[in-house]
C-alpha cells in the first residue's frame, strides 16, 4: 500500500508550501535593528574576516547571532562606497538563515565568495568559478522553491561577475555547482553521476543561496575558488586553505557587488 502514496507524503521534504509569509519573518524580528548598506558580501575565508576586524577602517556596523556565537557585521569602504561583510557560517541551513538577516537588515546586493572541491580534475587549485546553476542535493532550498533538480543562479548576477571577471583579466569558469549536506557522504559513485551531470564543484551553500535570493527577490552572485580535488580515486586535499586565490576572490567578490549596484540589477537581472 505504501508503494502507492505519492512521494511528498513520503517525504517531507517535498511538501512545499509558497505561502510568502512563515511564522517567523525576519522583516519583523529585524525591524529594529540598524540598517547595512544595500551592499553586502558574504565571506566564508576566517582569515579574511579577522584582518578586515583588525584593521582601523574597519567598523562593526551589526552582529547575527547564532547558538554558537555571534557573527559581526563589518562596514567598510571600497571605491567611495559602503560594503558590510560577514561570514555566514557554514552549511546551507546557518548560511540561507544568515543571508536572509541579512536582507531584512537592507541588504539587496549580495555576492558570496568561498571555496570549492573539484569535480573536474581540469580545475586547477584556485581557479575561480561563477556558478550558473547548482544541483539541489541539500535541504534548505526546497523551503523556498518547488522541488526541482537544479535552481539557477541570477541571470544578471552570473553576467555581472563575468563581466568584473574579465575586465581584472581574471581566469575563470562558469559551470554548474553540486551543492550537498553530506560531505562524507560523497562517494565515488555520485561524485561520478555528478560529474556526469555537469557538474564542475561541490559545496554546501549555492543552491540554498540562489534559492532564497530569488524568494525575497535580490540580486545575486557568488564566486568560488577550486579548493581541494575528489575527481579522483584518492581525496587530494592540496592544502587548498593556503591558497592566494582567497584574499583575490574576496576581492573580486565586492567588486562584483559594487558593480550590481552600479548597474542597477535586481533579481530578474534587469535594470
Known amino acids: 500500500m505504501g508503494q502507492h502514496r505519492r512521494m ?5 521534504l517535498l511538501e512545499f508550501d509558497p505561502a510568502p509569509t512563515a511564522l517567523i519573518e525576519p522583516s519583523e524580528v529585524f525591524a529594529r535593528r540598524p540598517r547595512i548598506p544595500e551592499v553586502a558580501v558574504l565571506c566564508f575565508f576566517a582569515e579574511v574576516i579577522e584582518a578586515l576586524a583588525a ?40 548560511a540561507a ?50 522541488p526541482g533538480r537544479q535552481v539557477e543562479a541570477g541571470p544578471g548576477g552570473v553576467a555581472t561577475a563575468q563581466r568584473v571577471l574579465q575586465e581584472a583579466d581574471v581566469a575563470h ?13 560523497e562517494t565515488r559513485d555520485r561524485i561520478a553521476r555528478r560529474r556526469a551531470e555537469g557538474c564542475v564543484t561541490v559545496e554546501m551553500e549555492a543552491a540554498a543561496f540562489f534559492a532564497v ?33 582567497r584574499q583575490l576572490t574576496f576581492d573580486l567578490a565586492v567588486d562584483v557587488a559594487l558593480a550590481l549596484e552600479a548597474a542597477g540589477v535586481d533579481a530578474a537581472g534587469g535594470q
Not at 577602517?57 to 559581526?72: C, M, P, Q, Y
Not at 569558469?173 to 557522504?185: K, M, S, V
Request: aromatic share 8%.
Open 8 to 12: 511528498d507524503e513520503l517525504v517531507p
Open 173 to 185: 569558469q562558469l559551470g554548474l555547482t553540486w551543492t550537498t549536506d553530506g560531505i562524507f557522504r
Open 97 to 146: 538563515a544568515f543571508l536572509e538577516e541579512a536582507i531584512a537588515l537592507g541588504a539587496r546586493r549580495v555576492v558570496a565568495c568561498g571555496g570549492a572541491g573539484a569535480v573536474v580534475p581540469e580545475l586547477a587549485l584556485g581557479q575561480v568559478v561563477v556558478p550558473t546553476a547548482a544541483v539541489r542535493d541539500e535541504g534548505t532550498s526546497f523551503h523556498y522553491l518547488a
Open 213 to 245: 535570493a530569488r524568494f525575497r527577490g535580490i540580486a545575486f552572485a557568488q564566486l568560488l575558488y577550486a579548493g581541494d580535488d575528489v575527481s579522483g580515486e584518492r581525496w587530494a586535499h592540496r592544502r587548498w586553505h593556503r591558497s592566494p586565490s
Open 55 to 94: 584593521s582601523p577602517e574597519t567598523r562593526v556596523i551589526g552582529s547575527l547571532r547564532a547558538a554558537h556565537g555571534a557573527h559581526e557585521i563589518y562596514g567598510i569602504r571600497r571605491h567611495g562606497q559602503d560594503v558590510a561583510v560577514f561570514h555566514p557560517g557554514v552549511g546551507a541551513p546557518l
